[in-house]
């Protein structure tokens, strides 16, 4: 995917999140967000979940770790737009970065700002790694029961599983703190950000499945990407 940035002839000045914040209503911990590492470069990659009808989507930064990151004052705009991935089902903001630093999203939704928790880059101490930690049991028809080790490179604080289709849309979107999940059974989801019910899987069609494994810093430790498989 390309990123695509603001442009401008005329320079834009940083906007403190605090001061977008002062003169409007606003929720924070409303946005779901975290940050990982690109596999191929430093780049950190900050995904969010645009619920429907949210508007004007934004990246704030901190110029260090050293700072409060539940002080507002510290975080100044990044000038940069999302991009969709899933089919815009989530987004996510590229941006190259030589420090660590703390990250929130924001976006409107019916003339209230929705502000994420603190999201803490990791980009050089805890690089995310990209790899198939994911095991897929077919047993029982219809319902493929995904499991993976638990808590694996520490510091874990819940998972995050997608199931997508050959298209790339979204079929299910949930969150558990165990190291498990099964499509599509709901005893063990913590968080469910599935809008539809979820399409029963047809026999022989290939989909796929994902899986961030995220810190209580909203770092993402580690990742399976669309790891295949075949309904059987």
Do not use: H
């Not at 999203?105 to 690089?127: A, D, G």
């Not at 510091?155 to 099964?182: E, H, K, P, R």
């Amino acid at each position: 995917m390309i990123l695509s940035c603001s442009n401008s002839d005329e320079a834009i000045a940083p906007t403190s999140l605090k001061s977008y914040l002062n003169s409007n209503r606003f929720e924070k911990g409303a946005v779901i967000a975290c940050s990982a590492s690109d596999m191929e470069t430093a780049n950190v990659l900050t995904f969010f979940y645009p619920v429907l009808n949210a508007v004007n989507a934004r990246l704030y930064e901190t110029t260090s770790v050293n700072v409060n990151p539940l002080d507002f004052e510290n975080y100044t705009q990044v000038f940069l737009e999302s991009e969709p991935i899933f089919n815009g089902y989530l987004r996510r903001f590229s941006q190259e970065s030589s420090v660590e630093k703390w990250l929130i999203v924001t976006f409107e939704l019916e003339n209230e700002i929705k502000v994420s928790n603190p999201i803490r880059s990791k980009q050089f101490s805890k690089p995310t790694r990209w790899q198939d930690i994911v095991s897929i049991n077919q047993s029982q028809v219809g319902m493929p029961l995904f499991s993976w080790p638990d808590n694996p490179f520490g510091d874990n604080a819940i998972y995050f599983q997608i199931v997508s289709d050959g298209n790339d849309n979204l079929l299910s979107g949930t969150y558990t703190n165990q190291n498990q999940f099964q499509y599509y059974k709901l005893d063990n989801v913590v968080l469910n950000i599935t809008r539809e019910t979820p399409p029963i899987l047809q026999l022989n069609t290939s989909y796929n499945f994902t899986l961030m494994d995220v810190s209580l810093d909203n770092w993402v430790n580690a990742v399976t990407l669309n790891k295949s498989f075949v309904k059987q």
